[in-house]
């Protein structure tokens, strides 16, 4: 089953400067810097904290030429606690980190958190046209709402919103 993923994705990649979801799951920045040599770059990240998590490194050598787009709020991350005062909390979180790295831009798209495996289009809307690289979860996480990013971007590209220029 793997397998096939793999191909699929590498497929993918091929046909996209936008996604990297196959090529840095193997390989370091630090084995091919060329690989960030860009303009720009952005992470989607699914909930607060998954882009200093899984990018926190990247924006802090490269700030400047980053850009974060948080999906959700993560409403539900903070067990015993309300949706509202989790947002209230993981979005102020969120902008410290951000200020912190000095990344100076980032959208908040406010989706519900646990709802992204139900839904598509939530990325329509944003411009990826300045954009050398994307950073996302992999198809292959566990956790729903990263796996539905990675596939919305995939739904993207299949629908031709992205592509190589």
């Keep these: 089953m793997k397998s096939f993923f793999k191909k699929k994705l590498h497929k993918i990649y091929n046909k996209t400067k936008y996604i990297n979801l196959y090529k840095f799951m193997y390989t370091s920045l630090q084995e091919h810097p060329e690989e960030i040599n860009c303009e720009k770059f952005l992470v989607i990240s699914p909930h607060p904290d998954d882009e200093t998590i899984g990018c926190g490194g990247l924006l802090t050598k490269f700030h400047t030429f980053g850009s974060v787009i948080s999906v959700t709020s993560g409403d539900y991350g903070i067990p015993n606690e309300d949706a509202t005062n989790t947002i209230k909390i993981r979005e102020k979180e969120l902008d410290n980190a951000l200020n912190f790295l000095d990344v100076s831009y980032n ?12 839904i598509s289009g939530y990325l329509d809307n944003i411009n990826f046209d300045n954009m050398k690289l994307i950073f996302i979860p992999s198809v292959f996480e566990h956790h729903p709402d990263h796996k539905a990013i990675a596939w919305e971007i995939v739904r993207l590209i299949s629908k031709g919103k992205l592509s190589k220029k």
């Design 107 to 118: 959208i908040k798209l406010r989706v519900e958190d646990g709802s992204l495996k139900n």
